[in-house]
């Protein structure tokens, strides 16, 4: 068989397949022979009907299935045998086939870039961390306050601060009246509502006017009166707990507010470290990727937005939000450059983990879980709670996590790094500006952990707006048929394929008291 091998880009080739005429002839007789006894035509028994009436009603089905079987035939063989190892499901550009003629199939598919590694040792960073001062302990204690608040029963008249909850009716002038039921404010007087509550008590029911300024901006109102009857149904005060050694006590299995603040402070400093790391991380992430310029798969990239609209899905229908309202399309692209980030981040931490020749053992993937279990109290046993993450696929993303952390360590340890401490001003200004930052994290949907198990097989290499399906001319659909030719796979299958994360297994920050 001919093989002829075209480079469109470093990840885009296309290959053309000349399929012998015996090869072509013999496949059209395979799949005419297996739909024969499933069809009935008028005037013959099922399974006699002569191969030329059957390639006149069927042309269509069965033109497509001898394309897929030739491609599933000789597709991979003739992709190595060019030189290429495809990451991709091929997809059918031009078909030239009929029966009795050499066959021409032209095939798009997706490489693995070639990645040539940056100078990645002795790179220069500042490490950016917030210092834990007295006044960033304060803060975290005042926090813990207002979340310790009590709200307290008012027996005497409302005054400003309490919070109220209430009916009440409203008629504005020229309209019907609405009711509106449990409606809760904390009282100001500089609101004229609030204001006519104020002196009330609870059951009291008052009757009053407020005329609309007549500035408004809603003209319909602007200078009318509205008539409010409100009646008071509770009353309560917030009373926050005063900063000493009670409560203390009262939070957790502290001796005094030293204790407290003893673990608050060290609490905290764990987590600007923490955060710091990860800055620095992506810092470093961001510098080699500045300095290795080489193209991504665009079936990877697909991929990777691919799972990001289906965490989006899932987040915005925990919400309540129905998934088939989105601009899916607007989103994709919206994404397309932090997927592209993401898919050469996990390309390039895989070459310096491959150059470097880390490796995971058996031992630190097994720590790994049993930390993971620790930290969220898993009850089971380890060999059946291990068994189930390898049947679900989630030990080689620990797998690959693991290994993006030993690269990270081994490019850190090379790396000349630069503290720099940020008061609580500069620290927010830092954050204001990554939140403005278009990029997003460096989390790729490949990390470290390379592509064991072929995550790419089926995914297909064509361009969906360049490369089509091949045609054949129209013929009448097939009613009878059993079993239908299977579809070539779609892309949105093999996010289905991916191995799931764990529920909660990624590692949160401690809180910084005991409740």
């Excluded at 409606?183 to 006017?209: H, Y």
């Excluded at 630069?418 to 001003?425: F, I, R, V, W």
């Amino acid at each position: 068989m001919q093989v002829n091998l075209t480079h469109h880009s470093s990840t885009r080739k296309s290959l053309e397949l000349v399929v012998p005429i015996p090869e072509v002839s013999a496949e059209f007789s395979k799949v005419v022979a297996k739909i024969a006894p499933k069809v009935r035509i008028p005037g013959f028994r099922p399974g006699k009907a002569p191969k030329d009436v059957l390639m006149g009603r069927y042309q269509r089905e069965i033109y497509s299935e001898v394309v897929e079987n030739l491609v599933k035939r000789y597709f991979w063989s003739a992709a190595a045998e060019a030189g290429t190892q495809p990451i991709s499901q091929p997809a059918v550009e031009k078909v030239d086939l009929q029966e009795g003629n050499e066959g021409h199939l032209h095939l798009h598919y997706d490489v693995a870039p070639e990645v040539l590694l940056p100078d990645y040792k002795g790179i220069q960073l500042t490490k950016k961390k917030r210092i834990i001062d007295e006044a960033a302990i304060l803060e975290h204690l005042d926090g813990l306050r207002q979340q310790a608040a009590k709200f307290t029963p008012v027996e005497d008249a409302a005054a400003e601060g309490h919070i109220a909850t209430f009916d009440v009716k409203v008629k504005p002038q020229g309209m019907k009246a609405q009711e509106f039921k449990d409606q809760v404010v904390q009282l100001a007087a500089e609101r004229p509502f609030d204001k006519e509550l104020i002196g009330m008590k609870v059951d009291d029911t008052k009757t009053f006017t407020i005329t609309i300024p007549s500035e408004d901006p809603n003209k319909a109102m602007a200078g009318k009166g509205v008539v409010y009857e409100a009646r008071m149904k509770d009353l309560r005060t917030r009373e926050i707990p005063e900063l000493n050694d009670d409560f203390a006590k009262d939070l957790g299995d502290y001796a005094d507010l030293a204790a407290l603040k003893g673990f608050v402070k060290g609490d905290l400093e764990e987590a600007a470290e923490r955060d710091a790391q990860s800055r620095l991380q992506t810092s470093l992430l961001d510098t080699l990727l500045d300095a290795a310029n080489f193209e991504v798969p665009a079936s990877m990239v697909a991929l990777q937005l691919d799972d990001y609209c289906n965490e989006f899905a899932h987040q915005i229908s925990r919400q309540g939000v129905d998934p088939r309202k989105v601009n899916w399309s607007a989103y994709r692209q919206s994404r397309m450059n932090e997927a592209e980030r993401a898919v050469r981040s996990g390309y390039l931490l895989q070459a310096i983990g491959n150059t470097e020749d880390i490796q995971v053992t058996e031992e630190e993937i097994d720590g790994e879980i049993r930390r993971l279990m620790e930290e969220h109290g898993v009850q089971q046993a380890f060999e059946p709670f291990k068994a189930d993450l390898e049947k679900r696929g989630a030990t080689t993303e620990i797998k690959g996590r693991v290994r993006t952390e030993k690269i990270f360590e081994k490019l850190l340890a090379g790396a000349t790094v630069k503290e720099e401490l940020l008061e609580k001003d500069a620290f927010q200004a830092l954050m204001e500006l990554e939140r403005k930052r278009e990029t997003g994290a460096p989390v790729a949907r490949f990390d470290a952990g390379g592509m064991e198990g072929g995550d790419l097989e089926d995914q297909e290499g064509g361009d969906p707006d360049a490369v089509k399906a091949a045609e054949a001319p129209e013929a009448e659909p097939i009613e009878t048929v059993e079993a239908k030719p299977k579809k070539a796979p779609k892309k949105t299958e093999e996010a289905e394929k991916k191995p799931k994360k764990e529920e909660g297994t990624e590692k949160k920050p401690k809180k910084a008291a005991k409740e």
